[in-house]
RNA sequence: CGGGGCGUAGCUUAGCCUGGUAGAGCGCUACGUUCGGGACGUAGAGGUCGUCAGUUCGAAUCUGACCGCCCCGACCA
């Protein structure tokens, strides 16, 4: 591709409105342009990078077995009032009307199509397995867009659906998945993990997350280095490292003005593992006192799946449910309903007195007061893996991909049914995968940058080669560009040619922002000497060669990264 | 949806507090010089200062409403 006659919109200075690294760099490189919050055009070299991406999803999902269709993205509300979904999903859902008033939505996932197309066309338990996959636009009317690419609106996604007999098969499948995304994602030089995950709104029987480590990213993942152990933080389990308790009797102690556990550690010198901290919660059943150690944090959704549905209690329900002010909470004496973490089995605490300005020192759980206890702590790094015991790690990470065991949660409402070999009816046993590309370009980017712009793998750059001519007004040299131009082409490399008339520092400093993986000058030594060099982005190794050496040590090079 | 910030030329922005007819750098056009790490000169084009209403003799500037975008949180594939 010539640059010259080619749209790629480089900019001098970072995009205002960036911050994330990858967002800052497609925007510059001019990847991609943004037309409204979480809604992006995708330019020229942004849309070959997808391309690349998707034909590797595509060669591996057809390696297992999947066969690509496309489904509407306009879809009617009955199928999703059948399932369910349609009153269970919230504003995500982006809702309209036909002429006739007749209710409609924008495809956020297909289940439900799936599970519509099997209740039509599956009949018999000969007609299984099968894995159907799409690759196409998902209309999400996302509560907060962010991060350039990496939460957008509307994406394109990678989501396949497997039709199995019985759970057995289901399994099949999904190891098949399992195997063929870790062959994707490794194709595409990404690095990520493989994470237990909570199945959420797709409900289900079990799911894993494929992530890639990144500070951009929106979630984080518990690891054991030792055993292997991985999984979101939303489920992760640990064991808590236990302080060595103090033989502490129960008194009350003035802690004026204490009310954080910061402030309450450190107005009595103690750890902050040896308080309790307690925290009202409205459930729909009323006030909940929810438990957590001191030093930790309390996981929102571990709790809803102990409690169901809750939100934070105002002041005024603080006081009713405990008769003090947020500060000197504490489950002593109180009559609501306590929820506790399980690290709080044993121990001997510092505690909200449920009086003013004071706490309540050598609480003893179970014996003090009464819990039911639940996992209700984020796991945090250094927790014992509670697999192997060795300490967690926590990182940062993108969700680049995730798989989820459905069963029959959609197959039994759409009656998604089969007649088996003894000629029982039975409901198909679903699983559905999703990949989203746009989200493996950005964690591409985000891992591998440097200063001066993008380093690609060389599997979805979007040219595996910048041809650079230092100056196009030389006939010599446009002479030899242009030779080289072809030869590389015919060879089957991709070429960006930089022909533009532009002076030397304006095209290397763009050169190292768009970040094809090789670079190839042709300049005052291929003038003088009949030399071209050739540089590695991500190295900055440079080899000199002559012209005719070029193609093969191209291809070298490439072989090699 | 709650909190914070920001909307001035294609991009990055100054001016706003203290009202008096809009400025810079980059980019763009033309010509000349220059040509291996974001050159220089000369001459140009380009702005309903997000929108609407109000205050005022006069509003980019003050007030209100609305719209849009970014960040934190909530929510969530």
Redesign the pocket.
């Known amino acids: 591709m010539r640059w010259s006659q080619s749209l790629v919109p480089?900019?001098?200075?970072?995009?205002?409105?960036a911050?994330?690294v990858s967002?800052r760099l497609t925007v510059r490189a001019g990847y991609v342009r943004?037309l409204?919050?979480?809604i992006y055009v995708y330019l020229p070299l942004g849309q070959r990078v997808m391309h690349k991406v998707i034909a590797i999803i595509r060669e591996e999902m057809d390696g297992i077995g999947g066969q690509e269709i496309t489904m509407p993205v306009i879809l009617p509300a009955e199928l999703w009032q059948q399932s369910g979904r349609w009153d269970t999903i919230?504003g995500?859902m982006f809702r309209l009307k036909d002429r006739n008033q007749r209710d409609l939505c924008l495809g956020?996932?297909h289940e439900e199509v799936i599970a519509w197309l099997a209740a039509h066309e599956i009949r018999s338990y000969r007609d299984l397995p099968q894995i159907w996959y799409q690759i196409q636009t998902k209309e999400?009317d996302e509560?907060?867009?962010?991060?350039g690419v990496l939460r957008t609106r509307e994406f394109i996604m990678k989501d396949s659906y497997s039709l199995d007999r019985d759970p057995a098969g289901l399994e099949e499948r999904y190891i098949l998945h399992r195997d063929a995304y870790c062959r994707i994602f490794e194709r595409c030089g990404v690095r990520y993990h493989v994470v237990e995950s909570d199945p959420?709104?797709?409900g289900g029987a079990g799911s894993h997350?494929f992530m890639a480590p990144s500070d951009a990213g929106?979630d984080q993942v518990a690891l054991c280095e030792k055993c292997g152990y991985a999984a979101n933080i939303e489920l992760a389990r640990s064991r808590a490292v236990q302080p060595d308790f103090p033989a502490w009797s129960l008194e009350d102690v003035p802690t004026p003005g204490a009310r954080t556990i910061a402030e309450v550690s450190a107005f009595l010198t103690i750890s902050p593992a040896l308080t309790i901290k307690s925290l009202v919660v409205m459930a729909d059943a009323g006030p909940v006192l929810a438990l957590v150690r001191g030093d930790y944090q309390l996981h929102?959704k571990k709790l809803q799946r102990a409690i169901g549905p809750f939100r934070p209690a105002h002041v005024e329900e603080v006081l009713a449910a405990t008769g003090v002010e947020p500060g000197f909470v504490g489950p002593v004496g109180v009559s609501v309903r306590i929820v506790a973490d399980e690290t709080l089995r044993t121990g001997c605490y510092v505690v909200g007195a449920n009086k003013p300005d004071t706490h309540l020192r050598g609480v003893v759980p179970g014996q003090h007061f009464q819990a039911e206890f639940a996992d209700l702590r984020e796991a945090a790094a250094g927790d014992a893996c509670s697999t192997c015991g060795a300490p967690l790690r926590v990182e940062r990470v993108i969700?680049i991909?995730?798989i989820f065991k459905l069963g029959t949660k959609y197959s039994l409402p759409l009656r998604a049914v089969y007649l088996a070999e003894n000629g029982e009816e039975r409901p198909v046993v679903m699983g559905s995968y999703?990949i989203g590309p746009a989200r493996i370009l950005a964690a591409a980017i985000e891992q591998g940058h440097d200063a001066?712009g993008i380093v690609w793998p060389k599997t979805i750059a979007p040219f595996q080669v910048h041809l650079l001519i230092?100056?196009v007004?030389e006939e010599a040299l446009a002479a030899i560009a242009d030779q080289l131009y072809r030869e590389l082409t015919a060879a089957g490399v991709e070429v960006l040619y930089d022909d533009r008339d532009e002076?030397?520092?304006?095209k290397?400093?763009?050169a190292?922002?768009l970040g094809m993986p090789l670079r190839l000058?042709v300049?005052?030594?291929?003038r003088k000497e009949g030399l071209v060099?050739i540089?590695t982005r991500k190295t900055g190794a440079v080899v000199t060669v002559t012209p005719v050496e070029v193609v093969g040590r191209i291809q070298e090079l490439l072989a090699g990264l």
């Open positions: 480089t900019l001098k200075e970072d995009p205002a409105d911050e994330a967002h943004q409204a919050a979480g919230g995500e956020m996932t999400r509560a907060r867009p962010k991060s959420g709104m797709m997350e929106e929102e969700e991909g995730n999703g001066d230092v100056n007004r002076r030397p520092g304006v290397f400093k763009d190292d922002l000058t300049g005052a030594r291929a060099e540089r």
